[in-house]
């Protein structure tokens, strides 16, 4: 009985065929052995001190030794305007949230806390009834530029020979114009929570009157003004110091 024998051409074949597959292989497990499937040497010698973040760092925090680090990037994967040295990044203030891992770049960063920006507000929370007022304030207006954000104030008016507290309790919704700092620090105006009513008798203040706005403690926000009776005259006075 005669044996059929292969052709030597498909063994041959065969054996290309293992070797394509290995060599298929090799090659992929290369790939997957270095950064983003590269050849290995992509990005070159990671030589380039940028400063980091070691921790999620909030809007207006000023930053310390503690929240950043230096890491070293190859010259092609350096983030640009990062700050290489911590010295050049601590007593800063970060101008927007800050996220582990985050390279520090200057625009970023500012000076000092009066620089940061307010977050953007689509609008002012204002309570159905009420209504919001800029009325204008300044160092000796204002109480020396302490006035800030969520703090309450009392108004004395002095009209004619008489002075007397004609406002208590008014909320600060902002220091400054829209888009400005909002923070405590002399500023030209305050944005105050006021009823129409209210509003209609600060304006009538405004023009005819000189006033100074007193700053309330953080205890009495809620507790009721003290009644000062018929406020101060010269008759008053005499009477409350001895004067004659």
Known sequence: MATEVKPKSNRILLIFGIFLAALAFGLNLLLARTPSGGAGFVGGPKNV??????????????????????????????????FRAKDNVVGKFANVPIHLGQALS??????TAQDVQ?????????????????????????????????????????????????????????????????ARGISSSLTVLVTLKQAEDLKYLIDNTSYKYVLESIKDYDVPAPDTGGGTDVNSFKATYHLH
């Open 118 to 182: 307010a977050p953007k507000q689509a609008y002012l929370s204002i309570p159905s009834g009420m209504v919001a007022m800029q009325i204008p304030t300044g160092e000796l207006v204002g109480a020396g530029g302490y006035i800030q954000p969520d703090d309450r104030i009392d108004v004395i008016v002095t009209l004619g020979s008489t002075t007397k507290t004609a406002f208590s309790n008014l909320h600060v919704l902002r220091v400054g114009p829209a888009g400005g700092t909002n």
């Open 49 to 82: 001190p940028v400063v980091v973040a070691l921790k999620d760092i909030p809007g207006s925090t000023e930053i310390t030794t503690d929240m950043v680090t230096v890491q070293n990037f190859s010259t092609d994967q350096a983030p640009p305007f990062a």
């Open 106 to 111: 200057d625009n970023l960063l500012v000076n």
